[in-house]
């Protein structure tokens, strides 16, 4: 009989929950006896109080929201971009063993190349506004999304595929019911990767080019040797990236609603 304290309901994982402060909240009190100790120079590691200061100014100024929306706007276009082209391509690869061998090689030989690298041939084809950023964000999330969806439609058991084929079940039920059904927690895992990446991407492409933006704020702030400033900018986009990703999460848990899945042991 297996051990009921190993498997749950879907619910948020643990490190969401009050247990996780805990570090956290020890490291800012370390933090800050370091910094009260005199031990640092508050120019290059200020406190966590005055970090706090700088955070608040920033966001009664109306700084820190500018340069976020700008941001998170950015984000959420390249990752749409991203989601829907990776759901696509990665449903038909999975399905169709002639487009996966058309398109794998390929992808596969741009997939190690890093965002990063693109930016230079970015900003001659797009410009340096707003189209070569979001272009950087959506190649930097789709390729963990393409993998995740791929993996997730190959895990289907063939008995299921079988089974659809002798009850004639319409492709699209059988790709919504059962392949996409199947591929959700693979899809949400490369959904909250990608996310990951486009918030790598969005700060690389607003460091190289443009005068708005969570990266252009960093960089600006870097410049005239605004640390605090730098850490804030930082810490928000953490907990930007946490929230999203925590929406990603409950929306797993609405769809896979029902199932049970390991959480590790609690002992």
Not at 64 to 75: G, W
Not at 88 to 101: D, E
Not at 209 to 225: E, N, S, V
Request: net charge positive; proline share 5%; glycine share 10%.
């Amino acid at each position: 009989m297996g051990d009921k304290r190993s498997s749950h309901k879907f619910c948020i994982p643990a490190n969401d929950s009050r247990q996780g402060l805990f570090l956290p909240v020890l490291l800012l009190l370390l933090w800050q006896m370091v910094s009260s100790s005199g031990a640092v120079n508050p120019l290059l590691f200020p406190s966590p109080v005055s970090i706090f200061k700088t955070g608040a100014e920033l966001i009664a100024d109306g700084e820190l929201p500018a340069h976020l929306q700008v941001s998170i706007l950015r984000v959420g276009e390249g990752f749409m971009i991203a989601a829907a082209l990776a759901l696509l391509l990665g449903t038909a690869m999975g399905l169709a063993a002639r487009i996966f061998s058309l398109l794998n090689l390929t992808l596969q030989l741009l997939r190690p190349i890093p965002p990063i690298a693109w930016i230079p041939l970015a900003i001659l084809w797009f410009g340096i506004e707003e189209s070569s950023k979001v272009f950087i964000i959506a190649l930097g999330s789709f390729f963990p999304i393409l993998t995740n969806v791929l993996s997730g439609v190959r895990q289907t058991e063939t008995k299921y595929v079988e089974l659809a084929r002798v009850l004639q079940i319409p492709q699209k039920k059988f790709i919504m019911k059962v392949l996409l059904q199947g591929a959700v927690p693979y899809v949400v895992t490369g959904l909250r990767t990608g996310l990951g990446y486009g918030w790598m991407c969005v700060v690389a492409a607003e460091l190289s080019a443009g005068m708005q933006g969570i990266g252009y704020m960093l960089i600006d702030a870097r410049a005239t040797l605004q640390t605090d400033k730098v850490i804030v900018g930082m810490l928000a986009i953490g907990i930007i990236g946490k929230l999203m990703d925590s929406f990603l999460l409950v929306l797993e848990g609405k769809l896979l609603k029902g199932k049970e899945f390991f959480t590790g042991n609690d002992r």
